[in-house]
């Protein structure tokens, strides 16, 4: 089965950078669409921003479109998320996800990561 390890997490203040990656492990890497969620305390899950197999297709929640920046290596078998001018509100656990079909629903994802910790703080 394909593995996804995330890493990039850390604590920084308003307004800095982060760059999250997701390294995969599976023969099928390049036909996946990924993405990135993400978990506050006591909150849902969110879907971050995706990106479809070929890079054709992005995705970005409303909250950090404009900021956050989604690519893929499929020849690196990994998915980064470049997070600029962050606010105390985008602390979270960030979840690497990769489905063959579709991100749009939670209950269709079939491959996560185990999260990496990001903190902004004021």
């Known amino acids: 089965q394909v593995q996804l390890v995330e890493s990039g997490g850390g604590l920084v203040q308003a307004g800095g950078s982060l760059r999250l990656s997701c390294a995969a492990s599976g023969r099928t890497f390049s036909a996946l669409i990924m993405g990135w969620f993400r978990q506050a305390p006591g909150k849902e899950r969110e879907l971050v921003a995706s990106i479809s197999s070929t890079g054709g297709r992005i995705y970005y929640a409303d909250s950090v479109k404009g900021r956050f920046t989604i690519s893929r290596d499929n020849a690196k078998n990994t998915v980064y998320l470049q997070m600029n001018s962050l606010k105390p509100e985008d602390t979270a656990v960030y979840y690497c996800?990769?489905?063959?079909?579709?991100?749009?629903?939670?209950?269709?994802?079939?491959?996560w990561g185990q999260g990496t910790q990001v903190t902004v703080s004021s």
């Open positions: 996800a990769a489905d063959p079909i579709t991100l749009r629903a939670m209950g269709s994802i079939r491959y």
